[in-house]
RNA sequence: CAGGGUGUAGCUCAGCUUGGUAGAGCGCUUGGUUUGGGUCCAAGAGGCCGCAGGUUCAAAUCCUGUCACCCUGACCA
């Protein structure tokens, strides 16, 4: 067992690509014939109501999922075939990669979470139940405080770090919303890593094992066959420095990523940086008088322009948070243009913070912001702000603001006129990024590029953590120097079961699931148009077996069904390769070939040469 | 959590306004027919009309409550 592992580890070494097709090619390895009738397969003409993205839909109608509960599915043959087919590429790589597979509860005690306050920062998501003995208890969302308070025991010497640890199992989130069949659920299958070490940078460090599994979830994601892109992430409530998520390219996404078409830059909207852009000088001359403009009532940018009678793009969002780092301003104040959202990440970063908050309206009434019509003139009336301004709002022209009196706005508010020696206070005033990027930004990676939007399904995520989890549950170690330290950890995400769901929103059509090689569920469906003629029945016994002792899974459509029947499914099943066997065909010794994504009519192939046919099409 | 919507046969849905013995198509069973892209004909089986109260001689239908599910938003490794 262990040499056959060890081989196949050692047979990745040299090329993935070339170990990939080998295992595809059924080297070593041994094939599946399975018949239709002999397993559960219930395809329907229509949908649930309910289904509304593609791979729901799809994946209900083809037999692989059915809702048990809102955000709750089965996992049919079909699907699971294809999830175990998944794992298999994950194991293998991650393997590789130098993890190591364990396996922990799902149920944990809720005092796990209160030593990390993430029963506060997970908030709703995060299940509870109560147990006979009235003990609080999680069903675990991912497994930080679990792996780390499992090491603290047993890990004390820099010496036995590095470790990489991960498993592949059932995740639970109480989702505000579960929604969209597979991609947000509330009981989810996950792979999820753990990675342990003593220093960041060189040997053994933090920085090798991430860079190592990144390039195990490229190889991995490129292995399903999958269209991926790896971008720059925030690490969000989990914590931590340094992140990627892999999101599958389809335009059907829910996630937006901007990418920059010449250097390749790709980030998330909430961390993606945006390149040189022009700023004001704070002298251009005033466009008119300050005019103040009653505008009770009115819930947002919008309908305050529309009032004011200005577009959103020439008035100025200000923004009041309170700082919740140490030390710094009381009040971190960020204004930004109307149509522009604040990135509360980069007004951390250049108000150079810790930790901020939206400032609570309570809290800010009473320091004196008239909450909702707050103007950057804040900066000579409050105590303790320093004021941000975005770069495309710090310039000359007609702005409409908010007049920091309740109901009012005022417009031709001029940087200079009405906020004056302040703005050259760089203590005070900072001019810099403070707003998420948008389609047509100037790329941060290369002059004169712009950026671009494209549409993705997260995938897969990866972190580095540092010490949040290790500082705050005590793990430590000694290291060469008998001093204690902290250990530096990194966490790294699949979500094995949305992988499956995004790789069909990302590959179908009209007729059903077109599967990559790699994950299909079965490579090839052979569909005999005679359930119960002799001499089609002989013919697809020697199909089957000589695809299967090639290494390959076979579903063989064995049904008493009308030919019509068995084809529409088989295009909603999606396999790669369809052999049908028929009369006409078999006449002559053949069978017909056809590939799910080719389409066509299909090719005669000798029944001597279909295995070769078929492997000309692996891939 | 806010706003909206839907619960009737395995699935898709009609019936509800105007209360009076539960409907269609698909699927399923049986028989026949057909046999290369969801055949056709006939006969069947299948429903506590989400659940609980109420109004009424009588409730799928009206009223109240409750639960579930879906959509938009908020939220979201």
């Not at 639970?172 to 919303?177: K, L």
């Not at 090798?208 to 409530?237: H, Q, T, W």
């Not at 149509?339 to 990440?345: A, L, R």
């Not at 052979?526 to 899974?553: F, I, N």
């Amino acid at each position: 067992m262990w040499q056959r592992i060890g081989e196949r580890v050692l047979a990745f070494l040299p090329s993935l690509t070339m170990a990939n097709a080998a295992q595809q090619s059924g080297f070593g390895r041994r094939g599946t014939v399975q018949k239709w009738s002999r397993t559960f397969i219930p395809t329907t003409r229509e949908a649930p109501a309910d289904a509304e993205v593609p791979s729901h839909i799809m994946l209900h109608r083809a037999g692989y999922i059915r809702a048990v509960g809102a955000g709750i599915y089965d996992y049919l043959p079909l699907a699971h075939r294809v999830l175990e087919k998944v794992k298999g590429i994950i194991r293998e790589e991650l393997e590789a990669a130098g993890a190591v597979e364990m396996l922990m509860p799902a149920l944990e005690p809720f005092e796990l979470f209160n030593e990390t306050k993430r029963d506060e920062t997970y908030g709703d998501n995060l299940f509870r139940l109560k147990d006979r003995k009235g003990r609080m208890n999680a069903l675990a969302p991912t497994h930080e405080e679990v792996i780390t308070s499992l090491l603290k025991g047993a890990v004390n010497s820099y010496a036995q770090l590095p470790l990489n640890l991960y498993q592949i199992q059932t995740k639970f989130r109480d989702e505000a919303r579960p929604r969209a069949g597979l991609l947000r659920c509330r009981e989810f299958l996950m792979k999820d890593a753990y990675s342990f070490h003593s220093t960041v940078e060189g040997k053994g460090g933090l920085n090798e094992a991430y860079d190592a599994m990144f390039a195990a979830y490229s190889n991995i994601f490129k292995r399903c066959g999958l269209d991926y892109l790896a971008v720059e992430a925030e690490s969000g409530p989990i914590g931590g420095s340094a992140s990627h998520e892999f999101m599958v390219r389809c335009a059907s996404g829910e996630d937006t990523v901007l990418r920059c078409p010449v250097s390749g830059y790709a980030a998330n909207v909430e961390k993606c940086e945006i390149g040189e852009r022009a700023k004001g000088t704070f002298n251009e001359a005033p466009s008119g008088e300050l005019t103040e403009v009653h505008t009770p009532n009115l819930p947002g940018i919008e309908e305050v322009g529309k009032v004011m009678k200005v577009k959103p793009d020439r008035m100025l969002k200000t923004i009041v948070f309170a700082n919740k780092g140490e030390g710094g301003p009381k009040w971190v104040v960020a204004v930004v243009r109307g149509d522009h959202e604040v990135n509360e990440g980069k007004v951390k970063s250049l108000a150079g913070v810790s930790a901020i908050e939206l400032a609570p309206v309570e809290e800010a009434k009473k320091a004196g912001f008239a909450v909702g019509y707050v103007s950057p003139r804040v900066i000579n009336t409050v105590q303790g702000v320093v004021l941000l301004v975005d770069s495309d709002a710090s310039g000359g022209g007609f702005w409409a603001s908010g007049a920091d009196k309740i109901d009012h706005h005022v417009k031709h508010f001029n940087w200079r006129r009405e906020v004056g020696a302040a703005l050259d206070d760089a203590s005070k005033v900072k001019v810099g990024d403070v707003r998420n990027a948008v389609v047509g930004d100037p790329s941060p990676r290369a002059a004169g590029a712009k950026l671009e939007a494209e549409k993705g399904i997260e995938v897969g995520h990866i972190f580095k953590l540092g010490t949040k989890y290790s500082a705050a549950m005590g793990l430590q170690v000694l290291n060469s120097d008998q001093q204690r330290i902290p250990v530096i950890m990194g966490c790294y995400g699949i979500g094995v079961s949305r992988t499956m769901a995004a790789c069909v929103e990302m590959s179908h059509d009209q007729d059903g699931i077109i599967w990559p090689w790699a994950i299909a569920p079965y490579h090839v469906q052979v569909t005999v148009m005679k359930h119960d003629d002799a001499a089609q029945l002989a013919a697809a016994d020697q199909v089957c077996a000589a695809l299967r002792d090639a290494g390959l899974d076979v579903l063989v459509d064995d049904r008493d069904e009308r030919p019509g029947v068995k084809f529409k499914d088989a295009d909603l099943v999606g396999l790669p390769v369809r052999i049908t066997i028929g009369d006409k065909a078999l006449a002559e010794g053949c069978v017909e070939f056809k590939t799910r994504k080719g389409g066509g009519k299909g090719d005669l192939v000798k029944l001597a040469d279909v295995v070769t046919k078929v492997m000309s099409v692996a891939q």
